[in-house]
């Protein structure tokens, strides 16, 4: 079959990286399939629109403005600008192509007339499925970017209508989690029920061995934190959707304990907040450093004892962060801090490998440390794994797409 991908997602320079999409690709690609990637090549890396074949891997790298890790006003009108500049290169090198899957990822909901073309040009045959990884405009009203009401409310009732067309355009919606379902059939009614299903952030997972003692301790010396203690980490982006102010205050309430130690490594609009609270009050219990290489903050996650995890209080909609995955895999427990709408928390409650605390609560944090501190941290951690293993592993995703052709 030919499958076509098409994501704001810039990673594409190297298909073998570990990622939810890049092992998504591998996997149709190692099925037999023949895979077009349609992804944007941003201005920071001063790249031309182009295509790279590697095997059944057809990537077409477009030249977008900057998309991700941007100001607000560039990030807006580069997802606009998306749909024209993806057609116009959909249509000049992959024209010939007819496809049997349309896949596609939000953000962004602006890919409408991408997906009409490219149905077209197969003969109204091709299925569409969308991988719902971001609930737009809604999470963006929750942030205070959008509004329902007053001036806000025309860009927000402009995006309402996008996402409204592209959840028709979709013969599937792929969820993330039990709460995605139920949210997007809440809030959607004209949406059947028939067609929305989970479809996980998931992983290609390889032989990984969880750090011995001794190369943990190297580890964790290299980067200064202790090595005779529990390490608990949080890794990601630093920016308004993970409520770091809350992150900033539950480190606070814990920053001179002796029992464990804190790292947090990332990059954001939020950074040099955390950064500056940091280099002020000078915390025992807390180290905060500058994001990592993939590589090299994967071997300081498997040397570390505890994953974190923090969203936003605010949100109403049920985000599910795919930075579970490497804590999962790496064999560790997690804390969830998040709003009361996401279920990641419950379902690590529910399966024994972690504690949920709501974002708005610090002294629930605390409890969750502290509880963690009491338990066999191995042994939750392994029920995490296998967890994993039964619901979050690629061919989970790539199944849930290819039983509606087989």
């Not at 024209?84 to 007339?113: C, E, H, M, W």
């Not at 806000?152 to 989690?177: A, H, N, Q, T």
């Not at 001794?214 to 980490?233: C, E, H, N, Q």
Request: glycine share 6%; charged share 25%; with cysteine.
């Amino acid at each position: 079959m030919n499958i076509l991908f098409l994501t704001m997602f810039p990673g594409f320079t190297n298909i073998e990286a570990r990622g939810i999409y890049t092992d998504l690709m591998r996997k149709f690609r190692d099925e037999g399939h023949e895979v077009y990637i349609i992804h944007p090549n941003e201005r920071r890396n001063c790249r031309p629109t182009e295509v790279k074949t590697e095997g059944r891997i057809h990537c077409l790298g477009v030249r977008t403005l900057n998309v991700t890790k941007t100001n607000v006003v560039e990030k807006g009108i580069g997802q606009l600008m998306l749909e024209s500049q993806f057609k116009r290169a959909l249509k000049k090198y992959f024209g010939n192509v007819k496809f049997d899957i349309i896949l596609y990822s939000t953000p962004p909901i602006t890919f409408n007339k991408v997906i009409k073309y490219a149905k077209k040009a197969s003969d109204g045959k091709a299925m569409t499925y969308l991988l719902l990884k971001d609930i737009f405009p809604q999470n963006a009203v929750d942030m205070n970017m959008l509004s329902k009401t007053g001036v806000k409310s025309v860009l927000y009732k402009m995006f309402r209508r996008k996402e409204e067309e592209l959840y028709r355009l979709s013969d599937f919606i792929g969820c993330m989690s039990p709460a995605n379902v139920r949210y997007v059939l809440k809030h959607n009614p004209e949406v059947s029920a028939d067609k929305v299903e989970i479809a996980p952030n998931s992983v290609d997972l390889v032989p990984s061995e969880v750090e011995d003692e001794g190369v943990s301790a190297v580890i964790l010396t290299r980067y200064g934190l202790p090595t005779d203690k529990p390490i608990f980490i949080y890794g990601g982006n630093l920016g308004i959707p993970q409520g770091i102010p809350f992150l900033i205050d539950c480190l606070e309430a814990n920053a001179d304990r002796t029992d464990c130690h804190f790292v947090i490594v990332g990059s954001g609009t939020y950074y040099q907040r955390l950064s500056d609270w940091y280099n002020k009050r000078k915390p025992k219990a807390v180290t905060v450093m500058k994001g990592l290489p993939k590589v090299d903050y994967d071997r300081l996650v498997r040397a570390c004892h505890v994953g974190l995890i923090f969203l936003d209080y605010r949100f109403t909609i049920p985000n599910f962060p795919s930075r579970l995955l490497s804590y999962l895999e790496y064999k560790m427990p997690v804390i969830a801090c998040t709003d009361p709408n996401c279920d990641t928390g419950y379902i690590a409650e529910e399966n024994g490998f972690g504690i949920y605390a709501p974002s708005n609560d610090v002294k629930a944090f605390t409890y969750a440390v502290d509880k963690i501190l009491t338990v066999d941290i191995k042994s939750m951690g392994e029920k995490g794994y296998e967890f994993m293993k039964a619901n979050y592993l690629v061919e989970h995703t790539y199944n849930a797409v290819m039983k509606h052709l087989l």
